[in-house]
């Protein structure tokens, strides 16, 4: 299996604050793998999500995205690669306020400028529509739930087909049935063939994942691994919190 | 303006002159005086005019002589009622023998000081005096005027008097209106009273003695409007985005109970408080920085006696009304934000493209208006055809003889020099006559009429031309007002009782001369000779050849002949306006682009912090901290462009226009200026300088961009 991700004794220390986020991690993430990071707040989970997408330096270390060492990338190839092999999802939506649901998915297909304009807005249909929110992308921002937010969110880290989808708590910020919808999209772009690489609290969501990263301290303490077969849904998420009482979590 | 109407309160100069040399008789003018009501006063200003060569200044350091001076010298004593001289406290002086007063613009042009000794030598005749005053006069304190007076005292005046100079009369009478002068100047015309000399209204009299003041006040009033506006500016947009702001602390507020007007009372409190501070210290910086610009003329027309009321209260009123335009808009916003419900408040999101757009739009425009127009007015004034504009032709070297007895023979001479200096390449000459005109009322009025090829004089006209033929007339444009006449208007005039019928071929502004003057190609047949003039072209314009010219010249004619380089007589007469507009102009330069340095930086950095979290994920998506830095340089910088070409153009194209009116609302004489015409310091160097230093800040605070990490987002 090909390796996406492969981060050597990465340490990450903030300016005014003495101990590091992170201590020596070492990890790797292969293509198709579904993988979540959990820990206590202030264990680093953040810290190790945007270290790895590239969004935020590190102090040491090498990180190695499909073997390119991002750790020296320049912000013009970083920025290149976010927007090509990378899609985010945050806890909020984070979308432009001065552009409508649909300019905001359509963003980063028109930075890419690998394909006209009329390609992107039929892509951006075909996957709101996949995404149940054909009927919105001319509203705005504010005019839509959070739920709604969110899917459009999706779809903007999908419009120009990504290897990865990184998410921070995505499902953090909605109310359970909204949670459940996005949860559900979330597994099937994995079982589609996108890596998904994802900090959460939501052991309902985590329990969906191939591999679960424990961290503490800003080490990785523990790892969880199911197949996705051996079990029903609510079989694998009593399993992981029986393990995650194990971890003291 | 008020310290120039101040001196004149004080000095009391008459409202209407009439220069005489030779015999008076006082008899005839007293009568004049008693027989018109409109006249409260009359009195004889006895003047000696003496050559700037025959007075020599020593100073510790150095010995001079006034001889490069164009004014003409005029030695007087004090009259304590009318017309009098004032020390530089702005107070009536009576010189005791031996001790001279100056003039303070020589003060300023020769750096005289208290103490210096002047001589005047003439032959064997000669005096010293001791420099024990500055004079204020308000007659002629400016080197507009064609004269400046030194004080001495009465005994000594008696000495002087027969031995050295030129004797000349000012005849000078008061109204209890001084409009009324204008009227007053035919009737003396009229009467056939003593007149070899200008006649001066008091209107003319105070246009040249403040001119340059009223240039500076319409400047400072332009910038003053410039920078309100600025501010206004300023002020809503820094009010309207605090608000946004603190939007979701004032739903927050209502949402646990308190009312709008505690809300209110708590926000405007603040505003308040703001306004309060920032007003003060305007109003302490406005009381410092106004000295700066009115140094000159506090020098040369004293401050104006100002009340209490005046001088706190006027600039008090303009910080006040600052202070409630910022309380009126904080209040009016925060009215405007308490009609919103509270999930309004907490949810809104904010909207304020189109007002970021006209902050920059407006500050830009402003900056490029502010800085061209004056700048403009500085280059218009200081290039050598702006004389043309005050009624005065263009040529190397200008020569006037007034008549007198032995006028002929000394206009004869002046012609042969003419024709024998091989360094003249040509000359016009011009005949000053004076005349008389039917006015509409069928009165008679006199009018001094210059008659010569003035086509190739280079005079602007204000509407119309140059006379080219017989029976046409061109008129100042004060003569235009007196009597109401256009461009194509019919004016008769009377010769030898006869009415002749011409037609009024041009109007344009003349302060020279007093500035009732008119100009013929032909002489319809006046025989009234006031004065000859010439205008002299040389070959060779250097500097050196232009003296040596007028050496031979005055060699070559008598005295009372007056020569001058024109070159010389504009940069003299009109160095204290040019230096004023020049300091003002540069002034007005530095402090603009200081502050579209300061506002673009306050627009750039609060813009790009208001948007972090927007170009935080910008950055998370895939764009480069170079891409979004670019995205705004592009922006802002389009905005700013289009701004500054259009204000450059609308400074350069129409701006002369906007002075012109306003001089022609402040009704100072002057109703026309144009500007040079394409200049690179204001069609490319100054609205360069704004742009360079809107891209400098911009491109720095944009780097800023570089920092933002969608790790510090805030929850939207």
């Known amino acids: 299996m090909q390796r996406i991700i492969e981060v050597n004794q990465v340490t990450k220390s903030y300016q005014n604050e003495r101990e590091a986020v992170l201590k020596d991690v070492n990890l790797t993430v292969e293509a198709g793998e579904f993988v979540v990071v959990m820990g206590p707040s202030g264990s680093g989970k953040s810290s190790l999500l945007y270290a790895i997408s590239g969004m935020d330096q590190v102090s040491s270390g090498q990180i190695l995205f499909n073997g390119l060492d991002i750790t020296k990338a320049t912000d013009e190839e970083m920025s290149h690669l976010r927007l090509v092999k990378m899609g985010f999802v945050f806890q909020h939506a984070y979308l432009l306020k001065n552009k409508n649901i649909c300019e905001n998915i359509m963003l980063p297909g028109i930075r890419l400028k690998n394909r006209t304009k009329e390609v992107i807005i039929k892509e951006t249909n075909e996957l709101m529509k996949s995404m149940g929110i054909e009927g919105i992308g001319d509203h705005t921002v504010s005019a839509v739930s959070g739920g709604q937010l969110q899917r459009a969110a999706i779809c903007r880290a999908l419009i120009n087909r990504p290897q990865i989808i990184f998410g921070d708590e995505p499902t953090g910020a909605l109310n359970k049935r909204a949670s459940t919808e996005v949860m559900e999209i979330l597994c099937r772009l994995n079982k589609q063939g996108i890596t998904l690489f994802l900090v959460t609290h939501d052991a309902a969501l985590a329990a969906k994942a191939d591999r679960i990263i424990f961290l503490s301290d800003g080490r990785i303490q523990s790892e969880f691994r199911q197949k996705r077969w051996q079990c029903d849904s609510a079989e694998r998420t009593d399993r992981l919190n029986g393990w995650l009482q194990n971890q003291g979590f | 303006m008020r310290a120039s109407d101040h001196q004149y309160e004080l000095a009391n100069p008459p409202h209407f002159i009439q220069l005489h040399k030779g015999a008076v008789d006082e008899n005839a003018l007293a009568q004049l005086a008693a027989d018109d009501n409109r006249v409260t006063a009359y009195q004889i200003v006895e003047m000696i005019d003496i050559d700037g060569g025959d007075i020599e200044i ?77 004079i204020r006069d308000a007659q002629m304190n400016s080197t507009m005027c064609s004269s400046t007076r030194f004080l001495v005292s009465r005994a000594d005046f008696e000495k002087m008097d027969g031995c050295i100079g030129e004797n000349e009369a000012e005849i000078e009478y008061f109204f209890d209106d001084p409009g009324y002068a204008t009227t007053f100047l035919t009737n003396y015309e009229n009467s056939g009273l003593p007149g070899n000399g200008q006649a001066i209204t008091y209107r003319i009299m105070k246009l040249l003695s403040s001119f340059s003041y009223y240039m500076i006040a319409l400047i400072i009033g332009l910038i003053s409007v410039g920078v309100i506006l600025i501010s206004l500016v300023c002020i809503r947009y820094s009010i309207r985005s605090s608000m946004e702001d603190e939007r979701r602390q004032i739903g927050t507020l209502r949402a646990i109970g308190l009312s709008i007007d505690d809300i209110l009372s708590v926000y405007l409190k603040k505003y308040r408080m703001i306004a309060g501070i920032g007003s003060l210290l305007g109003l302490f910086l406005a009381l410092i920085g106004g000295n700066v610009f ?79 127009i004056p700048l403009n007015l500085y280059l218009a004034v200081s290039d050598s055809s702006f004389s043309t504009y005050m009624g005065a032709a263009s040529a190397d070297l200008t020569i006037r003889l007034a008549t007198d007895d032995d006028f002929i023979s000394k206009n004869d001479r002046v012609f042969e020099a003419l024709q024998s200096i091989i360094e003249i390449e040509s000359y016009n000459s011009f005949i000053e006559y004076k005349g008389q005109v039917l006015k509409e009322d069928q009165s008679l009025s006199g009018i001094q009429v210059s008659v010569g090829d003035f086509e190739k004089t280079g005079l602007s006209y204000l509407s119309g031309q140059s ?143 208001r948007e972090k979290d927007g170009i935080a994920v910008k950055k998370a998506i895939g764009f480069s901290a170079k891409a979004v830095i670019r995205e705004y340089q592009f922006r802002m910088m389009g905005i700013i462009c289009g701004a500054v070409l259009i204000a450059t153009v609308f400074s350069n194209l129409l701006g002369d226009k906007v002075v012109s009116l306003l001089l022609r609302l402040s009704n100072i004489g002057i109703v026309d200026i144009s500007f040079t015409g394409f200049n690179l310091l204001t069609w490319g160097l100054l609205p360069v300088s704004i742009l360079l230093i809107s891209f400098l800040v911009v491109a720095v605070m944009l780097a800023e961009i570089k920092r933002f990490k969608i790790v510090e987002m805030n929850s939207f």
Do not use: C
């Not at chain 2, 009123?317 to 308490?338: E, F, H, N, P, Q």
């Open chain 2, 58 to 134: 020593s100073s510790p350091d150095t010995t001079f002589n006034l001889s490069g001076s164009v004014l003409d010298n005029g030695f007087v004593f004090n009259h304590p009622q009318y017309d009098s001289l004032l020390n530089n406290s702005n107070q009536y002086i009576e010189m005791e023998t031996g001790q001279i007063g100056l003039p303070l613009i020589y003060k300023e042009s020769y750096d005289i000081e208290l103490g210096d000794e002047l001589r005047i030598q003439k032959g064997d005749f000669t005096m010293n005096f001791i420099v024990t005053e500055f």
């Open chain 2, 294 to 372: 009115f140094r000159q003329s506090a020098d040369l027309l004293g401050k104006a006696e100002m009340t209490i009321l005046e001088a706190i209260g006027i600039p008090l009123l303009g910080a006040v009304v600052v202070y409630v335009t910022i309380v009126i808009s904080a209040r009016r916003i925060l009215k405007k934000d308490m009609t919103l419900s509270i999930l309004e408040l907490l949810m809104r999101t904010n909207s304020e493209t189109k007002r970021n757009k006209r902050f920059l739009i407006i500050t830009s425009a402003a900056a490029v208006i502010l800085t061209v």
């Open chain 2, 467 to 609: 006379p080219n033929k017989d029976g046409e007339i061109a008129l100042s444009l004060l003569n235009a007002e007196l009597l109401s006449k256009r461009t194509g208007d019919q004016l008769v005039i009377s010769l030898n009782g006869e009415p002749v019928v011409l037609r009024v071929s041009g109007v344009y502004q003349d302060v020279t001369n007093g500035g009732y003057t008119a100009k013929m190609a032909v002489n319809p047949g006046f025989d009234q000779v006031i004065a000859s003039d010439y205008l002299v072209t040389l070959k060779d314009q250097d500097n050196s050849k232009i003296e040596n010219v007028i050496q031979q010249l005055e060699e070559k004619t008598d005295s009372g002949t007056k020569i001058m380089s024109t070159e010389e007589y504009i940069s003299k007469t009109m160095s204290s306006l040019v230096n004023s507009l020049k300091l003002a102009s540069a002034t007005i330069w530095i402090t603009t682009l200081l502050l579209v340095g300061l506002l673009t930086m306050l627009y750039v950095k609060y813009r790009i912090l």
